[in-house]
Each structure stands twice: as structure tokens, then as C-alpha cells.
């Protein structure tokens, strides 16, 4: 009987030259931003109502470059986002509390007589224009006038809504806009050039956004530009606390 015997011989592997090595970074600010709106959209469950995260980002790069200038009021965690991009009869106001991560309202709200007819495609901040204007503004005191209760806008976007004083554009309450205005013409009324809404969340919406909280249009108007818009001033981002919505940067 012949006896074959087989031998295998085993090499052992060298671990430190085939395997990979692992180093995780820090996110950068920029990256730390994108979470933060991510967690913000997701939690508020702001997509279920028809806003756009590009949107929601804009205006919330906006709103902590504003915060960063001290213009805001000290415990102002709330910012609104009209989005003009959708029609009159969809509802295109949201209300944020972005300490709690809240949507606090989401509602109609109406443009001017001279931006569109369900749609806006128009902007100007002409006075007389009767067109809506884009961009950051401050939404400060309340004052009686001939539509009631009202509450002023200041903008802030150089030539583009600065005017909105001396035009008298404000947010007020108005009866045509309302679900019955949309189902009698297909769209709501329009105003002189306010984002006005309805009379029955005027007292809300003023009483949520005033003394100084950062109100954002967004429309389609390729020639819009903003230096709250700035994306190098979120250097310095670092993830806003509980407490104070700490927020450093430069424009």
C-alpha cells in the first residue's frame, strides 16, 4: 500500500500591509448646517406639508446671518417662509419654532394684484406697484390701520424690499383670503403688495412672528440675491444649543 500524504502549507497574512485604515474627521460647518436643517425639516415634518428643504434652507441661512448681526430680538427662535413658487390656493405660509423644532402654523397667504393671478411671477419694490416683494425682513411692531390689526415688515434686502415702510406693506388680515374665495375663483384675492392672510389666524400670525423675527418670501426671480444668502458666512457654524440658538459668523 502506497501512502500518499498531501502537506498544505499556510502563510500567515501580514494585517498591518492589507488592511485599510480608518480616519474619521470632524464634519466641517458647512456639513453641520446640512444636518442641522435636515434634523429641523425632518422633525417638524415640514415636507408632509409641501415646503421645500431648498427652500427651508435658504431661509434659514438667512436667518442665523441675521441672527449674527444682533438684529434680531434676544429670544427670537421663530422664522415664517412664505414660498411664492406655489399658487394662491395651496397653503404657503409656515411658522417654525426652531428651538422646539415646531411647525407652529401653515396657512394661505396672499401676493399682489400686480405679481400674478394664482400665480406670482412678478416682484418689485416700486411703490405703486401693487407687486409683492422678495427677500429677508424683519417683522416688527404692531399698529392699528384700515385693515385692523396689523403688523409692520421691514426688508432688508437692498433693492428689493427696503421700501416695504415707506409702501406700507405689512401683514394684515383680509376676507378674501379663505377656502371659499379658492373654491369661488380658483385662487385667492390678491392685495396691494402684502403678504395679507386670513382673519382667522391674523391675531396668531402677528402674535408668533412680532418684535423682530426673520420673515422670508421666496419666488422665482432669477435676478434675487441676498448677502444673508451667503454660504462662506456659515464658516462658523457650530450647532445651535437649546437654550440660545448659538450661531457665530461674518458677512
Same mark, same amino acid.
Given at each position: 500500500m502506497i501512502l500518499f500524504i498531501s502537506v498544505i502549507g499556510w502563510a500567515p497574512v501580514?494585517?498591518?500591509?492589507?488592511?485599510?485604515?480608518?480616519?474619521?474627521?470632524?464634519p466641517t460647518a458647512k456639513e453641520l448646517f446640512a444636518?442641522?436643517?435636515n434634523?429641523?425639516?425632518?422633525?417638524?415634518?415640514?415636507?408632509?406639508?409641501?415646503?421645500?428643504?431648498?427652500?427651508f434652507q435658504k431661509a434659514l441661512t438667512g436667518y442665523f446671518n441675521i441672527k449674527s448681526t444682533n438684529k434680531l430680538a434676544q429670544n427670537s427662535n421663530v422664522i415664517t417662509v412664505v414660498d411664492f413658487t406655489k399658487a394662491s390656493s395651496v397653503k404657503r405660509m409656515w411658522i417654525i419654532d426652531l428651538l422646539n423644532d415646531?411647525?407652529?402654523?401653515?396657512?394661505?397667504?396672499?401676493?399682489?394684484?400686480?405679481s400674478g393671478n394664482d400665480m406670482a411671477t412678478n416682484f418689485s419694490d416700486t411703490n405703486e406697484s401693487h407687486q409683492s416683494s422678495l427677500g429677508f425682513y424683519l417683522a416688527d411692531d404692531i399698529y392699528f390701520g384700515k385693515h385692523g390689526r396689523s403688523l409692520r415688515l421691514d426688508g432688508?434686502?437692498?433693492?428689493? %424690499?427696503? #421700501? @416695504?415702510? *415707506?409702501?406700507?406693506?405689512?401683514?394684515h388680515a383680509a376676507e378674501y383670503v379663505s377656502q371659499a374665495t379658492i373654491a369661488q375663483m380658483g385662487r385667492l384675492g390678491r392685495s396691494f403688495g402684502c403678504p395679507a392672510v386670513s382673519p382667522l389666524v391674523v391675531d396668531q400670525v402677528i402674535n408668533t412672528?412680532?418684535?423682530?423675527?426673520?420673515?422670508?418670501?421666496?419666488?422665482?426671480?432669477?435676478?434675487?440675491?441676498?448677502?444673508?444668502? %451667503?454660504? #462662506? @458666512?456659515? *464658516?462658523?457654524?457650530?450647532?445651535?444649543?437649546s437654550a440660545g440658538m448659538s450661531y457665530s459668523a461674518k458677512l
Open positions: 501580514n494585517a498591518t500591509k492589507n488592511s485599510v485604515t480608518s480616519v474619521k474627521t470632524a444636518q442641522y436643517v434634523t429641523v425639516y425632518q422633525t417638524a415634518r415640514l415636507q408632509e406639508t409641501g415646503l421645500d428643504v431648498s427652500v415646531k411647525l407652529l402654523l401653515n396657512t394661505w397667504v396672499a401676493h399682489g394684484q400686480g432688508l434686502d437692498e433693492g428689493f %424690499n427696503t #421700501s @416695504a415702510r *415707506a409702501r406700507g406693506i405689512v401683514v412672528i412680532k418684535g423682530k423675527s426673520v420673515f422670508f418670501i421666496n419666488g422665482n426671480n432669477p435676478s434675487y440675491n441676498s448677502k444673508y444668502l %451667503n454660504d #462662506s @458666512a456659515l *464658516a462658523n457654524f457650530t450647532m445651535p444649543d
